[in-house]
């Protein structure tokens, strides 16, 4: 089901009203239902479903609201103003109708990629397969998608019952030959010797938290970005350390920092491939003083910054 954004939730600060120079978001924000060429546009994906059937803690539906809400007094640094940033509403998922919301997020992000670039603030990490269904469909059925994941989980777990937030990578790989899959922050603890030989049978470039400051890290994701035709990028935030995000369905004791996130994700982003983007599992029932969704507005932030270079 689709929705339009309430505008009252882009409120804020307002330093001058017509001198860009002092414009935070919501004065620079756009509520439409389609994007302008080269702008960027922000999608919601209002679901706990896949994060229910994985037998996590649900509330990551509540997280779009949050993380507009916390986005909105943010500063736009940025020389690009008019048509740059519009906000497309949300996609609900109905009860447990999550194939269907997936599918509709899908047609929306292919829409948005024939003129611009698409954020999913998700939702569930079962975002990232509505994320990709638009992007595989706005590229073409024979170009080579890598999927860039910061997260501590494969998330590639067996879906013969159903699907879940725990299964979209392997669903993605098991469908499309085009498709390849790098992560890098796995904690090793974090996943089983299942999971782990599920990656290896499929070839995934993974990386352990505790490897990602080697020049090996870097190269690979150089050499990976560069050998595919598009880009999708996603950012589960149970990745980072629970003292900067306890907002999360399963918070991570060892988890990365907040500035290692943003480097990673500076560098996957800037790349020119790069087409969308995706914030996932911020639970803002479980948050401690929005900790968890304004850092995740933060990151949005330099995702929308970064794209514009």
């Known amino acids: 089901m689709y929705k339009k954004t309430d505008s009252e939730v882009w409120q804020g ?38 994060v229910r059937r994985n037998n996590g803690r649900v509330g990551a539906k509540d997280a779009p609201f949050a993380l ?44 948005i990629l024939t003129n611009g670039k698409a954020i999913v603030l998700g939702g569930g990490h079962e975002t990232l397969y509505g994320q990709y269904l638009g992007v595989r469909k706005a590229a073409g059925a024979d170009a080579s998608i890598g999927l860039l ?13 159903q699907t879940s937030s725990g299964t979209m990578f392997k669903q993605i790989l098991d469908e499309d030959p085009n ?7 796995i904690q090793q603890y974090g996943n089983t010797s299942a999971l782990f030989d599920t990656a290896d049978q499929y070839d995934v470039q993974y990386f352990l938290d505790e490897q990602l400051d080697s020049a090996q890290f870097t190269t690979e994701l150089n050499d990976f970005m560069d050998a595919h035709d598009v880009l999708l990028v996603t950012l589960c935030m149970d990745v980072l350390n629970a003292a900067e995000a306890p907002g999360v369905s399963a918070p991570s004791p060892f988890g990365l920092s907040a500035l290692k996130v943003r480097d990673i994700l500076r560098k996957m982003v800037s790349h020119k491939k790069t087409v969308s983007f995706s914030i996932c599992e911020v639970n803002p029932l479980l948050d401690v003083n929005n900790r968890t969704a304004k850092l995740g507005a ?3 932030n330099e995702v929308i910054m970064n794209s514009f270079e």
């Open 179 to 185: 498709a390849h899959y790098f992560v890098c922050g």
């Open 298 to 300: 933060y990151f949005i």
């Open 68 to 111: 507009r809400k916390q986005l909105a007094p943010l500063p736009w640094r940025n020389h690009v103003h008019e048509n740059s940033l519009i906000d497309l509403g949300d996609i609900i998922c109905d009860g447990h109708e999550l194939e269907r919301a997936q599918q509709e997020l899908g047609d929306k992000v292919s829409d």
């Open 149 to 161: 994941n910061i997260d501590a989980h494969f998330d590639m777990r067996s879906y013969d019952k």
């Open 13 to 50: 600060r307002i330093d001058h009203d017509t001198d860009h120079a002092y414009f935070r978001y919501h004065q620079i924000i756009q509520l439409a239902t389609t994007v302008k060429q080269e702008s960027i546009g922000l999608i919601g994906f209002v679901c706990d479903e896949g």
